[in-house]
Nanobody
Framework: QVQLVESGGGLVQPGDSLTLSCAAS????????VGWFRQAPGKEREGVSC????????YYAASVKGRFTISRDNTGNTVYLRMTRLQPEDTGVYYC??????????????????????WGQGTQVTVSS
């Protein structure tokens, strides 16, 4: 069965850091572009970041640039989202999504949900004092 599993969410205070993981089962994530999205209560899901290959381009939403870092592990089968200086507005359910590299999104559409085929179930991140 092909699936993505997110982990690492939790309750943190403003200014804290958190690292989310996205792991694949049933396929090798090394051959996929991976995006992170989030959805706050009452809001639409929005793109946060995207990575293609380990040495390829990365993309970030303006709201997280400089605070969040997307990366892959050495095997390429897990993708991380390191989040620092977290703020209450970062609260939401965080999802990872994947698409095969030949159809990888570009700078023009990496934040669009339609650019990805496979989605995880999400992990909750709550930033609150």
């Amino acid at each position: 069965q092909v699936q993505l599993v997110e982990s690492g969410g939790g309750l943190v205070q403003p200014g804290d850091s958190l690292t989310l993981s996205c792991a694949a089962s049933g396929f090798n994530l090394h051959y996929y572009a991976v995006g992170w999205f989030r959805q706050a209560p009452g809001k639409e899901r929005e793109g946060v970041s995207c990575v293609k290959t380990s040495d390829g381009p990365t993309y970030y939403a303006a709201s997280v640039k400089g605070r969040f870092t997307i990366s892959r592990d050495n095997t390429g089968n897990t993708v991380y989202l390191r989040m620092t200086r977290l703020q209450p507005e970062d609260t939401g359910v965080y999802y990872c999504a994947a698409v095969p590299l030949p159809r990888a999104p570009t700078a023009r559409n990496w934040w669009k949900q339609y650019a990805y085929d496979t989605w995880g179930q999400g992990t909750q991140v709550t930033v609150s004092s």
